[in-house]
């Protein structure tokens, strides 16, 4: 297997992998696995149209917005890289290819970590907005340049490949019900661990089946994390068809 195609394969791994949850608490933590049966779209359907949550007569609907904890992005410098010589060049880097193939290098205005490949593949990672993680690639594609490489930073080049977000509903949930009524949706195993994986679908149409874009882990306590989204708006649209199902199974 050849050097790029191993870089790709890593690079791959890399974003398919949920990303680590930035909160404190460790017990809201993804898990190693988001996978939820999907269920048939044959149809294009879109799954939640098939439930009806209602909403308790005395409560008013609040708005809920998430708190982006991490922002993973990609962006190509368009020109090969030679790592051990940026690593020797810069303080802020560490390259061990015996256990990792990229460089990975760190700013702290914005605070974030870059794994760089020789390939001129970049992975930007920490970011806490979608504007910083831009900034960030910015930043570390000019310290590459500043090194003498033919560096093309290309803002078509930068893409949001996932946005990890955080939010807290402020009241506890029933997820043994919420699983039980809910089971082509979502994954609640508490032996393994202790929230229940809910997958969010937008709405398909006749020739576009429903997406699933975002999924949630939702826990006891009402604390929320939202992952698989791009963009903010995802986020939000999530939280808001999320709204009357989680003000169903709220404990009272």
Same mark, same amino acid.
């Given at each position: &297997?050849?050097?790029?195609?191993?870089?790709?394969? =890593?690079?791959?791994?890399?974003?398919?992998?949920? +990303?680590?949850?930035?909160?404190?608490?460790?017990?809201?933590?993804?898990?190693?696995?988001?996978?939820?049966?999907?269920?048939?779209?044959?149809?294009?359907?879109?799954?939640?149209? &098939?439930?009806?949550?209602?909403?308790?007569?005395?409560?008013?609907?609040?708005?809920?917005?998430?708190?982006?904890?991490?922002?993973?992005?990609?962006?190509?410098? #368009?020109?090969?890289?030679?790592?051990?010589?940026?690593? *020797?060049?810069?303080?802020?880097? =560490?390259?061990?290819? !015996?256990?990792?193939?990229?460089?990975?290098?760190? *700013?702290?205005?914005?605070? +974030?970590? !870059? /794994?760089?490949?020789?390939?001129?593949?970049?992975?930007?990672?920490? !970011?806490?907005? =979608?504007?910083?993680?831009?900034?960030?690639?910015?930043?570390?594609?000019?310290?590459?340049?500043?090194?003498?490489?033919?560096? @093309?930073?290309?803002?078509?080049?930068?893409?949001?490949?996932?946005?990890?977000?955080?939010?807290?509903?402020?009241?506890?949930?029933?997820? =043994?019900? /919420?699983?039980?009524?809910?089971?082509?949706?979502?994954?609640?195993?508490?032996?393994?661990?202790? #929230?229940?994986?809910?997958?969010?679908? *937008?709405?398909?149409?006749?020739?576009?089946?429903?997406?699933?874009?975002?999924?949630?882990?939702?826990?006891?306590?009402? @604390?929320?994390?939202?992952?698989?989204?791009?963009?903010?708006?995802?986020?939000?649209? !999530?939280?808001?068809?999320?709204?009357?199902?989680?003000?169903?199974?709220? @404990? &009272?």
């Amino acid at each position: &297997m050849t050097q790029v195609s191993h870089e790709d394969n =890593e690079l791959k791994r890399l974003l398919n992998n949920p +990303a680590k949850n930035a909160c404190e608490d460790g017990s809201m933590a993804p898990p190693l696995s988001t996978n939820v049966p999907r269920p048939s779209t044959s149809q294009n359907v879109n799954p939640h149209s &098939m439930m009806s949550p209602t909403i308790p007569a005395n409560s008013t609907k609040e708005v809920w917005e998430p708190c982006l904890q991490n922002v993973v992005s990609t962006a190509n410098l #368009g020109t090969e890289l030679k790592l051990n010589y940026i690593n *020797i060049r810069t303080r802020n880097s =560490e390259y061990n290819p !015996a256990r990792f193939t990229g460089l990975i290098m760190r *700013i702290r205005n914005p605070r +974030a970590t !870059a /794994l760089i490949f020789s390939s001129g593949k970049l992975v930007c990672t920490g !970011a806490k907005s =979608e504007n910083d993680s831009f900034l960030a690639a910015k930043r570390f594609a000019r310290i590459i340049q500043k090194l003498g490489f033919p560096v @093309k930073f290309m803002s078509d080049s930068f893409k949001v490949q996932n946005i990890v977000a955080t939010c807290d509903v402020k009241f506890p949930i029933k997820l =043994e019900n /919420l699983y039980r009524e809910h089971p082509q949706l979502c994954s609640y195993e508490p032996e393994l661990y202790p #929230g229940l994986i809910y997958r969010v679908y *937008i709405p398909g149409n006749r020739d576009n089946p429903p997406i699933s874009k975002v999924v949630l882990l939702i826990f006891v306590n009402g @604390k929320v994390v939202l992952t698989g989204a791009k963009n903010i708006d995802e986020l939000r649209n !999530a939280l808001n068809l999320m709204y009357p199902v989680l003000m169903q199974y709220r @404990k &009272m």
